[in-house]
Each structure stands twice: as structure tokens, then as C-alpha cells.
């Protein structure tokens, strides 16, 4: 057989593939349908979504990535649960983003996505239930915590659903092919905070303007080719900047966790986590003896995070997160104990451990 032949052999072969992949997405979808008919209540299901990808990471027979593979799984089950419900996502934007790149990971494509000025907002719209959901910022590898995140987990009654994990990646973009014409640097704080080593070395003589967001600083560059921006890719697309320089974060693992936030908790998805925030009186050995339980009962601890509270001078809350859902036994007394011991806690939610 001719190399022509055989191209044309896999071609045929690959079509008859993609009618079977498009036979068995109907049916998925009709599926979705029913379930939908059927189920009580919310709709949307992280555990389940999470289920879902994890099942087919462990089952993935290669050559495609399991990332590549869940992916594809993402955006399936976005459009299956558009088909049994329309949800509008609310994030702190505006468009192009990091939030909105995290809110798309996490939810897939198929809902409303709502740009909101503040993270105030984005709570504020869910607790009205003018959105479905919400995604935050809560922290950065390289920054550290969303103090505004934390002070409205703190006060606001909505729950966390979900957590995404994005890797952030700086470039530099203008409008201009290159730097000749540069006369500023416009990023968000964080960012040009991010990329500090980089500025330094490449670009020192560059006054750094700090702007309300990334895609802001996007959207000014795109205006004026004497301004240059850094942002996410998203802002460079949106906005049809050229990048200058890729990837310039200082720290190649720079990451940015969110928060999804709703009115109502997760079920249990078999690899969870809980996050709550509690107060301790200030005497000696208080925190020992909050933390105790969660050793005691076996329950491991992934974040312990400080921060002032309002009613006193150096007066703080803690933010907790550990392994398992809050309907779990060993959950059940370590949180039994850990009350016991607090003068204050709150569970802000039990939620999937991010799968993608
Ligand atoms: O299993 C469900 O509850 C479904 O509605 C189906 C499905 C899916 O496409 O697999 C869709 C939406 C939910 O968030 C979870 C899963």
C-alpha cells in the first residue's frame, strides 16, 4: 500500500471513530438529560464532576495525556449540565483575567460568565442569587493570601463548593512588535510583584504603574504602543496584543488557588477537603490545643493561616484546611473536639480536592 493509500485508510478509520464518539456524546447527553429530570435540588455536582475526571485519569490507556483527557471530559460535562441547566458564573474580572481562565478550567465553557469590579461583587451576586456560582482568589504561591477572600469566607453565609489551582503564567504584551517604544510597564500589583527578577534584569529603567487588574493593564498597552502590559495569555487574545516576552514569573511554580462559592454544600467525592475559620483565646498553649483533635482523629492539615481579627488589637482568626468532608466520622470528631476548644469556628465548606 502507497503512503497516500494508507493516509487515506486511518482517514476513514478516524471518521467512522468520531461517528461512534458522536453516536455515544448524544446519548451521554440524553442521559444527563434524565438524571437532571430526576435529581432533587442542585443540579450541579462537583463531587460527581470530580468522580468523573479522576476515574478516567486512572483509566487513561494513553498515547493522549490525562490531562489532555480530562479536558476533554471538562468540557463534555459542561455542555451535558447546560443541558439541564443554564448556570451563570460570576468571577473577579474584568474579562481576560486569571479568575476567568480559572472560572472557565473549572466549569468548562458552556455558562454565563459574569465580570464582577470587586471580589465584594462576585460574594455579593451570590448571596443575591442574581449568579449560581462564584470564583475568588484565595492565594498565590509567590504572594500569599487574598486577605479581602478570607474576610468575606469570614462573614458572608455562602459555602465553598470547589477549589481550582492554575498555574499563572506572566507575559509581556504591547501593541508594538517590540520593546523600542516602550516608555512604562502597566501590571497589577501582584503581578509586577511576581516578575520583580525578571523587570529587573530585562527591564530596569522602565517606570512599573501599578492598575486595578491584569486585563486593565491589557486594555491601557492595547490603547498606547509607548505602554507595554503584563498579563495572562487570555488578556493578550482579547485584547490583540503581541507578546514580547513569555512566561517571565520569577517563580516557574507560580500558582494562584480559587475558591468556588455557593449557597449550598458538596457531597462527598472520596478526596476532599474542609476549610474553616476559628479563634482561640490568647493564652499559652491555645494552639496546641485547637490543633490537637485534628491529630488525634488522624485528620491531616494542608493550610493554617492567620489573620487579624476585627474586634481586637492582636487579636487573630485562624483559616483552616485539612483532608476529608465534614460527613465523615473522623471529620465528625475531630470538628466535635476542635469546637470544644475554640472559642469560635465556623465550617466554610467540605468541597473536592481540585482534579484538574
Ligand atoms: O451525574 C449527574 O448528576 C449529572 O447531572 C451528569 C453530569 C455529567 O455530565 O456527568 C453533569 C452535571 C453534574 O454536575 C455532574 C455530572
Keep these: 500500500m502507497s503512503e497516500e493509500q494508507e493516509l487515506l485508510k486511518l482517514r476513514n478509520e478516524i471518521d467512522a471513530i468520531d461517528d461512534q464518539l458522536l453516536a455515544s456524546i448524544s446519548r451521554r447527553g440524553q442521559l444527563a438529560q434524565r438524571v437532571g429530570e430526576i ?11 470530580a468522580q468523573v475526571l479522576r476515574r478516567l485519569a486512572d483509566q487513561n490507556p ?19 449540565l447546560a443541558l439541564e441547566q443554564p448556570l451563570k458564573v460570576a468571577y473577579l474580572g474584568p474579562a481576560g483575567t486569571f479568575s476567568e481562565s480559572a472560572s472557565r478550567k473549572h466549569f468548562g465553557s458552556a455558562p454565563t460568565f459574569m465580570p464582577m469590579l470587586a471580589i465584594d461583587d462576585v460574594f455579593r451576586s451570590v448571596e443575591a442569587g442574581s449568579v449560581d456560582y462564584g470564583v ?4 498565590n504561591s509567590t504572594e500569599g493570601a487574598i486577605g479581602r477572600t478570607l474576610d468575606l469566607l469570614l462573614l458572608n453565609p455562602l459555602k465553598i463548593c470547589g477549589e481550582v489551582k492554575l498555574r499563572i503564567h506572566q507575559h509581556l504584551m504591547s501593541k508594538a512588535d517590540g520593546l523600542g517604544a516602550a516608555r512604562r510597564v502597566y501590571s497589577h500589583a501582584q503581578s ?6 525578571w523587570l529587573n534584569r530585562n527591564l530596569p529603567s522602565l517606570p512599573r504603574v501599578p492598575v486595578a487588574s491584569n486585563a486593565e493593564a491589557a486594555r491601557l498597552a492595547a490603547e498606547d504602543p509607548e505602554s507595554v502590559a503584563i498579563a495572562g495569555e ?11 516576552a513569555g512566561n517571565i514569573e520569577d517563580d516557574p511554580n507560580n500558582t ?30 491555645a494552639m496546641h490545643r485547637l490543633l490537637q483533635p485534628l491529630a488525634e482523629h488522624g485528620v491531616s492539615m494542608t493550610k493554617l493561616q492567620s489573620r487579624p ?14 483532608e476529608g468532608h465534614q460527613s465523615e466520622p473522623k471529620v465528625i470528631a475531630a470538628l466535635a473536639d476542635l469546637e470544644h476548644n475554640a472559642s469560635f469556628v465556623k465550617v466554610l465548606g467540605s468541597y473536592p480536592v481540585a482534579a484538574l
Excluded at 487570555?234 to 514580547?244: C, K, S
Aim: charged fraction near 20%; proline fraction near 6%; glycine fraction near 8%.
Design 309 to 322: 481579627a476585627r474586634s481586637g488589637l492582636w487579636e487573630y482568626v485562624y483559616y483552616i484546611d485539612f
Design 256 to 285: 494562584t488557588r480559587f475558591l468556588v462559592i455557593c449557597q449550598h454544600d458538596a457531597g462527598p467525592s472520596g478526596k476532599d477537603k474542609t476549610s474553616l475559620v476559628c479563634s482561640t483565646p490568647n493564652r499559652a498553649g
Design 62 to 80: 494513553g498515547p493522549l495525556p490525562s490531562v489532555a483527557v480530562q479536558r476533554i471530559f471538562r468540557e463534555l460535562m459542561s455542555a451535558c
Design 234 to 244: 487570555a488578556a493578550a487574545e482579547l485584547y490583540g496584543l503581541n507578546i514580547l
Design 192 to 197: 509586577l510583584a511576581q516578575c520583580q527578577e
Design 136 to 139: 475568588v482568589p484565595v492565594e
Design 39 to 49: 435529581k432533587q435540588g442542585n443540579i450541579y455536582r462537583p463531587e460527581r464532576e
